[in-house]
């Protein structure tokens, strides 16, 4: 497995690639700490955090359609450029709205859909750009280094971020993930080489029809859709998790830890670290069983890091339980994106990338404002346990019904 992540590395486009990951990931892992600690600071109630994270939701909730289908007509590396200048650009604002005192926390509301607007063009754009990259063989390889590149550099930020917050103020560090994702931009402008198949040029828009028609077509000629069901449930299973880990993290670090800034920021290292075990895991993993039951084993397993959580009484414990869900998250995040993109034909790809997400987005938005508002009324460890429940009974079900794929050529 190794010598397969190391081939990856020998293209010198797909490493151009691999440090802007690594650089916009270290940014945005002190960006995290620094604004949810931010925002608790100042307004003292997880609410605040839950309305930051709502409002992350929302362009995945109102415009994923339209994005879809926008990211399947322009080239990937464009709108990957494009993204990272605006998320740049946004976050110099927010940085010096923090440093003459003027941010109010709409201020960050508002950065934080724009931000998350921008993502959700780039997340489709670079899965793309990376598929036009490597070959089809390549493309689990080519998945786990760039999330190895990515969790190394939140693992970087994020253990720098409590510390950094301390010494610089949350203004500067926010200042340097603006940095982070400017010099990301100027990697991918640097890429050459890659191109767009003729299979996935744009269509006459008279023959494609509006953006709806278009996503729905693309949802009909999907193959395989009651195994991309499955693996579309554990992602979001995953990412909820995640959300709700992040709401709840900053309360649950002062007031059931009794700990500090560099606890917060221990703690969410904790879940960087297990994320880079979790790629070279997923490997093995897949060699035993077939994508939708190792992605339903993952969620028994993070059932199991959330009892973990909830147990714990120290910044010690709970980084260990971010460790094992940091490393089972990873695996459900690089399995269904690899699996989304062998599945998926090229033409429509940005469009069912786009449809996930938004499917995140709407079962995100109502846990974040219930967590948001949970966090303040009831013991961070009783909703640790109910979601716990939930993806342990989701997981035993799928384990109960086995499905395994046919491959399709959909690269071809």
Request: aromatic share 8%; charged share 10%; with cysteine.
């Amino acid at each position: 497995m190794i010598s397969n992540l190391a081939v990856v590395l020998r293209q010198r486009e797909y490493r151009k690639y691999f440090v802007a990951a690594l650089l916009a990931a270290i940014g945005s892992g002190m960006y995290f700490v620094a604004i949810s600690w931010y925002l608790f600071k100042t307004s003292g109630s997880t609410m605040a955090i839950g309305w930051a994270f709502i409002a992350t939701t929302l362009p995945g909730l109102l415009l994923s359609p339209v994005v879809g289908v926008l990211v399947d007509r322009w080239n990937p590396k464009h709108v990957c450029a494009a993204a990272d200048l605006l998320r740049g650009a946004i976050l110099l604002l927010l940085a010096f709205g923090m440093a003459t005192g003027s941010l109010q926390p709409m201020h960050i509301y508002v950065a934080s859909f724009f931000i998350a607007l921008c993502d959700n063009f780039f997340q489709p754009a670079i899965a793309a750009l990376i598929r036009d990259m490597v070959s089809k063989e390549k493309l689990l390889p080519a998945n786990i280094v760039g999330s190895m590149a990515s969790q190394v550099g939140t693992l970087l930020g994020a253990s720098l971020g409590g510390f950094a917050v301390a010494a610089l103020g949350t203004d500067m560090v926010v200042g340097v993930n603006a940095c982070s994702f400017l010099a990301s931009a100027a990697l991918i402008v640097w890429i050459r080489n890659t191109h767009r198949p003729a299979a996935i040029a744009p269509q006459p828009q008279a023959r494609d029809g509006g953006v709806i028609a278009q996503f729905r077509r693309a949802v009909q000629e999907t193959p395989q859709r009651a195994f991309l069901l499955m693996i579309v449930v554990q992602q979001v299973l995953a990412y909820l998790t995640v959300f709700v880990c992040n709401t709840l993290l900053p309360g649950f670090v002062v007031r059931e830890l009794n700990a500090g800034a560099e606890a917060f920021g221990l703690i969410d290292a904790g879940w960087g670290i297990g994320a880079l075990t979790g790629g070279l895991l997923l490997n093995r993993l897949l060699k035993r069983g077939n994508a939708a039951r190792v992605g339903a084993a993952c969620l028994v397993a993070f059932a199991l890091g959330l009892v973990t959580l909830a147990a714990a009484h120290n910044a010690v414990h709970a980084t260990l339980a971010y460790l094992v869900l940091g490393c089972i998250g990873v695996m459900l995040r690089i399995n269904g994106d690899t699996e989304i993109v062998k599945t998926v034909a090229a033409a429509h790809f940005g469009k069912i990338k786009s449809g996930v997400i938004m499917i995140i987005s709407w079962s995100s938005l109502a846990v974040y404002g219930l967590v948001g508002y949970l966090g303040d009324t009831v013991s961070s460890r009783y909703i640790y346990l109910a979601l716990a429940a939930i993806t342990l009974t989701c997981g035993l079900l799928m384990l109960s019904r086995p499905r395994k794929p046919v491959v399709q050529p959909a690269l071809s």
